[in-house]
């Protein structure tokens, strides 16, 4: 187990002389896309819970405004 966390962290990227900013660079490009990644999860995460609230918000207002209309007197009394 330890190996396979190990394989996945940025010091365990072994450099040469030559390919170190290559590296450096691929382990930048690596990190803003996957902050990108997390930041559109977030926001379709936040939305989600949004637009589920106010989809039951009007539901439960259809369902007031059809008990208020129950229990208004008939008008044969």
Do not use: H
């Not at 382990?27 to 930041?39: D, E, S, T």
């Not at 989809?55 to 207002?61: A, G, P, Q, T, V």
């Not at 007031?64 to 009394?77: D, G, H, M, T, Y």
């Amino acid at each position: 187990l330890e190996r396979a966390l190990s394989c996945c962290t940025p010091s365990s990227v072994v450099t040469d002389g030559g390919e170190a900013a290559g590296d450096e660079r691929s382990l930048y490009i690596m990190r803003v896309v996957q902050i990108a990644v997390m930041c559109v999860l977030a926001l379709t995460v936040a939305f989600g819970i949004f637009f589920l609230g106010c989809n039951l918000l009007i539901k439960s207002e259809g369902m007031i405004n059809f008990l208020v209309k129950e229990r208004r007197p008939s008008k044969e009394v």
